[in-house]
T-cell receptor, first 110, second 117 residues
C-alpha cells in the first residue's frame, strides 16, 4: 500500500523563525491534506492540496504530484504554531479513507 | 452544530467491558469516518460510511469493533470486551462528498480518549 513519510520528526524553533516541513508519498495521489494537531488534540485542517501551491496567512503549501512530495512552509513562527503537523493521503487511491504520516512535532519557544 | 462533535470526551473502563462512542457529523455531510490515534500506531483508519452504501470496514482491527450510522447522520462505534490495547483516542471525521466534486476535505471532531484499565 501507499507509504507516507514526514520529515523532520521533531523541530524546535525560536519565535519568528521560518520552517519547511516535508511529506513524501510512494504513489500518485488525487488528494492530500495537511493538518495541525494542537496541544489539546484537535486536528485542524490547514490545506487541501493535491497539486500546486496555496497560501493562508503565514502558512503556505506546495505539492509536486509528479515527484510525490508536498511541503508546508511556516513563516514568522509563533508559539501558537506548536503541535504536530500531519500530512494525509487516500489509502485506496480514491478520495476516502486517509493514511497519515507519522507527523512533525513542532515546538516554538518565545 | 458548527463542527463535528463527539461524546464522551473521556472514557475510562475496565478490561472486558463494552463501550459506545458517539459522533455527530457536520450537518449535511454524507461521508463519516472513524480513526484511531494511539502512541504505537499513530493515526489509523477504522471505518467509513457514505450515504446509504454498505460501510467500508476494512480498517477495523478485530470483530470486537463495530459501528453503525443511523439515519445517515449520527454514528456509534462500539467496542466489545475491551482490551488494554484498545486504549487510544478515537477520532471521527465527516466530509461533504458532493456528487461530481472531486475535492473532499475531511473535518475532524475533538476525539474520545478511551482508557482501558
Amino acid at each position: 500500500g501507499i507509504q507516507v513519510e514526514q520529515s523532520p520528526p521533531d523541530l524546535i524553533l525560536q519565535e519568528g523563525a521560518n520552517s519547511t516541513l516535508r511529506c513524501n508519498f510512494s504513489d500518485s495521489v488525487n488528494n492530500l491534506q495537511w493538518f495541525h494537531q494542537n496541544p489539546w488534540g484537535q486536528l485542524i485542517n490547514l490545506f487541501y492540496i493535491p497539486s500546486g501551491t496555496k497560501q493562508n496567512g503565514r502558512l503556505s503549501a506546495t505539492t509536486v504530484a509528479t515527484e510525490r512530495y508536498s511541503l508546508l512552509y511556516i513563516s514568522s513562527s509563533q508559539t501558537t504554531d506548536s503541535g504536530v503537523y500531519f500530512c494525509a493521503v487516500p489509502l485506496d487511491g480514491g478520495y476516502n479513507k486517509l493514511i497519515f504520516g507519522a507527523g512533525t512535532r513542532l515546538a516554538v519557544h518565545p | 452544530g458548527a463542527g463535528v462533535s463527539q461524546s464522551p470526551s473521556n472514557k475510562v473502563t475496565e478490561k472486558g467491558k463494552d463501550v459506545e462512542l458517539r459522533c455527530d457529523p457536520i450537518s449535511g455531510h454524507t461521508a463519516l469516518y472513524w480513526y484511531r490515534q494511539s502512541l504505537g500506531q499513530g493515526l489509523e483508519f477504522l471505518i467509513y460510511f457514505q450515504g446509504n452504501s454498505a460501510p467500508d470496514k476494512s480498517g477495523l482491527p478485530s470483530d470486537r469493533f463495530s459501528a453503525e450510522r443511523t439515519g445517515g447522520s449520527v454514528s456509534t462505534l462500539t467496542i466489545q470486551r475491551t482490551q488494554q490495547e484498545d486504549s487510544a483516542v478515537y477520532l471521527c471525521a465527516s466530509s461533504p462528498k458532493l456528487a461530481g466534486v472531486t475535492t473532499d476535505t475531511q473535518y475532524f471532531g475533538p476525539g474520545t480518549r478511551l482508557t482501558v484499565l
